[in-house]
């Protein structure tokens, strides 16, 4: 049985406007389980970063992400548990429709987006997202 490499990558407050590529390139090429934290910084996309399988866990908190991806996109990281999105620039409820495709999130935090978590409209999109998916694969 072969063991499993866990990789941690901080980037925090160092005023990335994407991710690194050599980071993101190792990650999937090496096929490590990631957790990442690129907090604090000026990301305005999150669509790199559904190429790196092994990601589990992914915070992007205080950053300027306006989109949340398809849900196509996140079947591509099927051990996803935790995603932090918390004070980014979120506002369309839809968006978080998209998040159905990640069949594994456990913990979403979205404070402090113009979308706001707790409101009955953010609710259903990510509820009625959620029950769209299939059943897990045992």
Known sequence: MAAVE?????????????????????????????????RNNAITEMSPV???RGLVSLDLSMN??????????????????????????ISVF???????????LRVLTL???PVDPTSPET???ILGAASSRPPPAR
């Open 6 to 38: 866990w990789r941690v990558f901080s980037a925090n407050g160092e005023g990335l406007h994407d991710f690194p590529s050599a980071w993101l390139d190792d990650a999937v090429r090496e096929r490590c389980t990631l957790v990442a934290s690129l």
């Open 50 to 52: 559904l190429s790196c």
């Open 64 to 89: 300027q992400i306006t989109v949340v991806p398809p849900a196509e996109a996140w079947v591509s990281l099927p051990f996803l548990s935790v995603l932090k999105l918390a004070n980014n620039r």
């Open 94 to 104: 839809e968006d978080l429709a998209g998040l159905g495709g990640a069949h594994s």
């Open 111 to 113: 404070e402090g987006n």
């Open 123 to 125: 609710a259903a999109a």
